[in-house]
């Protein structure tokens, strides 16, 4: 026999009050018993603080063609003369990119083991003669900025004092890196030979 929609619809009820009904009476027998298997869990991770940084490139000037006989100005970031490296196109002999590649901000600091008296010798060399400057970024076009405090764009004398050049390299994946350009000048007194200038640059967290 078929039924009505308003039999349907009460039986629809009526099979909602028996469910909740055995429920309530489940759930009676339970408390009766007393309840058991409630257990409590947490989730745990932990990120770890890493602090690194690297020096992505050395600097190589290169071999003068010949003799000096004038004043010659070298720069990480100008091109150069008296066949040493053009530095706006050879990767050897531009400035020094400091790279944070840990996931915590820096304070970076650099000293070198010469100035530019002991650097180069001979009667017309003295600390100018020997000078750096920080660029934010890196040294092919400024990428990747990093230095969002105490950068230290002005020229200034490289010595063996320990020299604070960014106050805060940020570890970001688009924004971590700087740049040391180096200048150094010589003249016909300039003592022929190697000239090689150790620069130690120390990353410290913030």
């Known amino acids: 026999m078929e039924l009505s929609n308003k039999s349907l619809a009460l039986l629809l009820v009526a099979a909602i009050v028996i469910s909740l009904g055995g429920t309530l009476i489940s759930l009676n027998k339970l408390s009766q018993q007393g309840l058991t298997g409630l257990a409590a869990g947490t989730v745990v991770l932990n990120v770890s603080e890493n602090m690194s940084c690297t020096i992505s490139s050395n600097v190589s000037f290169g071999t ?17 003369s ?41 009667p017309g060399a003295s600390p100018a003669s020997f000078n750096y400057s920080v660029a934010n970024g890196s040294n092919n076009g400024a990428l990747l900025p990093g230095c969002n405090s105490g950068l230290k764009t002005a020229w200034g004398y490289v010595n063996e004092t320990i020299t604070t050049i960014c106050t805060n390299l940020t570890a970001t994946s688009t924004n971590k890196v700087m740049t040391i350009e180096y200048n150094a000048t010589i003249d016909a007194n300039t003592p022929t030979g190697l000239k090689t200038a150790t620069i130690t640059i120390t990353c410290a967290q913030n």
């Open 64 to 80: 003068s063609a010949g003799q000096i006989l004038t004043i010659v100005n070298l720069s990480t970031n100008g091109s150069n």
């Open 82 to 122: 008296n066949g040493f490296n053009d530095c706006t196109s050879n990767d050897a002999c531009r400035g020094m990119m400091i790279n944070n590649t840990g996931n915590v901000n820096v304070n970076v600091t650099f000293k070198s083991d010469v100035n530019g008296t002991t650097l180069l010798g001979g």
